[in-house]
């Protein structure tokens, strides 16, 4: 007996055929028997027909309860054939599987009306898309490391940034977008991304719960994030094909690399070349040119702010600090009873208060208080007066403290305890 061939194989038998291949040229080609080519070959040329078409569908049996249940179904409605199955289980005792219904639906009813997609060019500044590409197993300084490439490009004129990674945590999501904003001189109005956690905390598309982190990161950037809609990939089509070209013409598999900062730089290079060849489809000039035609259109580059990964708000209480992380900051003193925002990053705290950085602290100190003294000094507000000045028994032991114990004179104890009578 023949042994079952795919329907692709059979296909390939057949097209070769007509081209004139002799059998044993195909039977090679696909792996199998002589013997098999000829019974395909055979079957075609006899007319032969499967005969599980002309077997008789198993829901037929329910021909008119099918019928009545998509009749009384809203005209223009979605189709749930697995909520018609469910629907002659219970109202008609079907034994039959979903598949069995599926079948009979597709033989006996014509397709559904499929929906057109719109082609939209955005306007000059209006969009950039993002997204990873995973690059397993690159030699770099000696050894093989797992990458990602994370790629930005606007879509109007089509020029893009690509920017190296070892991590995709949110310290890394913020990193390489200010890598790539920089490269791409500007700031477009929005941003399209996928649902990874790093963008997307709950959900999916424009229902879903943006990560606030990444949504203080955009408002301080002044770009609108643009979620994906799930299982859609087409929604960013022009970064998604950048990313194919890379694996293809600019592969960095091809060699090995010195330090992580020699491929961003070789890739760099590729993509600027890249650039000055490739036509850009809404201008007809190059992307070079198109993307010094678009630049006018990007907001400015504001202060790169320092990647963060959380996000929390705290009210400053009357002693000019805050807690967080399990640690107490201190704040300048006209900030007390207000509401901050602070940022964790990578090796530092910062505190915000009206978008603008107040105060900086290192981050994950074996110390669980950390204070600088300016915060406790400066001229009174219309709303806060400055805490009292040091006495002398503080300016004392401050002279002590900033002094080796082994170079601190007799006379500054005297005087310290002097002060303290």
Known sequence: MAPKLNLEARMTIKELARRGWANTAIATTLGVTEGTVRY???????????GRSEQTHVAASQQEAIAAWLAARPAGGPLNLAALHEHLIREHDYTGSLRSVQRYYRAHYPPPKRRARRRVETPPGGQAQADWAHFPG?????????LYAFHLQLSHSRYAAVVWSTRRDQLSWQSVHNAGLKRLQG?????RVDNEKTAVARGAGA???????????????????DPCPPRCPEAKGKVERRIRH????ANPHQRTWESLEELQAWTDERVHACAAQRRCPATGTTVLEAWRQE????APLPDLPEPFDIVVHRRVARDCTIQFEGRTYSVPFPLIEQTVEIRGGAGQVQILAQGAVVATHPRHTQQRILLDPSHFEGPA???VIPPPPLGRMGRRLQEIAAMPPELRPMDLYVAAAGAAR
Do not use: C
């Open 187 to 191: 700031v477009p109005a929005t941003i």
């Open 381 to 383: 507000t219309e709303r």
């Open 207 to 225: 229902w879903g719960e943006l990560n606030e982190a990444y949504r203080r990161y955009a408002l301080s950037m002044r770009f609108h994030i």
């Open 40 to 50: 395909h070959r055979r079957r075609w040329e006899s007319g032969a027909v499967d």
């Open 295 to 298: 630049l006018p259109f990007l």
């Open 138 to 146: 690159l030699v770099v300084a000696s050894r093989k490391q797992d």
């Open 246 to 249: 890379h694996r293809l013409h």
